[in-house]
């Protein structure tokens, strides 16, 4: 089976600055997705960024990015510049192995921004 | 629609009741999942179906749950008997049904059995 650890319970990072929320995978199929969602305190999902275990390049989706490192299992999000509004929860989840359509999530970092 | 959309957005009922919670998933997606997340806690898998395949039941929590789906459209979440460990946000999300696609969720039903 597959399993997520997030370990930062809260974050906080200043206006305009860049923020590494971390987040580590356990599993032992080759083929796998990491998916990085946010939710703000009004409890939607926001879908930020996928990384794919056989892809070559971190992935990136405008301030967001995924610094990949699979030797170590780790699939950390970067956010750069951040914003106000990026204040919310961060859940990791990976997909893969015989398990292919559910999302297995982490506990989630709660991400504070101030001014 | 453009989005996946639940309903109720909040169900209120007393221990015991059951109750249906709905999703009607994107338009096209085959793939669509429920899950529960308890108040401070991550998200937990309850059920997937793709296309006409039986469905994924291995993370329903007991024989009080059960869902539905009819072809590719509505699906319907049952809780018979709720308990109050029931309490929760229901999330329901939908997705192309390939493993890089992301699931696009719902805003959820939150809810409270008193």
């Known amino acids: 089976a597959q399993k997520i650890t997030q370990t930062q319970p809260g974050m906080f990072v200043q206006e305009k600055e860049a923020v590494t929320l971390d987040c580590t995978y356990d599993?032992?199929?080759?083929?796998?997705?990491l998916f990085w969602y946010k939710q703000p305190s009004s409890g939607e999902m926001i879908f930020l960024i996928y990384?794919?275990?056989?892809?070559?390049q971190n992935a990136t989706e405008g301030r967001y990015s995924l610094n990949f490192q699979k030797a170590r299992k780790s699939a950390n999000l970067v956010i750069s510049a951040s914003q106000l509004g990026d204040s919310a929860m961060y859940f990791c989840?990976?997909?893969?192995?015989?398990?292919?359509?559910?999302?297995?999530f982490g506990r989630g970092t709660q991400l504070t921004v101030w001014p | 629609g453009a989005g996946v959309s639940q309903s109720p957005s909040n169900k209120v009922t007393e221990k015991g009741k059951d109750v249906e919670l709905r999703c009607d998933p994107i338009?096209?997606?085959?793939?669509l999942y429920w899950y529960r997340q308890r108040l401070g806690q991550g998200l937990e898998f309850l059920i997937y179906f793709q296309g006409n395949s039986a469905p994924d039941k291995s993370g329903l929590p007991s024989d009080r749950f059960s869902a539905e789906r009819t072809g590719e459209s509505v699906s319907t979440l049952t809780i018979q008997r709720t308990q109050q460990e029931d309490s929760a946000v229901y999330l329901c999300?939908?997705?192309?049904?390939?493993?890089?696609?992301?699931?696009?969720f719902g805003d959820g039903t939150r809810l409270s059995i008193l």
């Open positions: 599993t032992s199929d080759p083929s796998y997705g």
């Open positions: 990384q794919g275990s056989y892809d070559q």
């Open positions: 999300a939908s997705s192309r049904g390939l493993p890089n696609q992301p699931q696009h």
């Open positions: 989840a990976m997909n893969g192995g015989s398990t292919l359509g559910r999302l297995y």
């Open positions: 338009s096209g997606h085959t793939a």
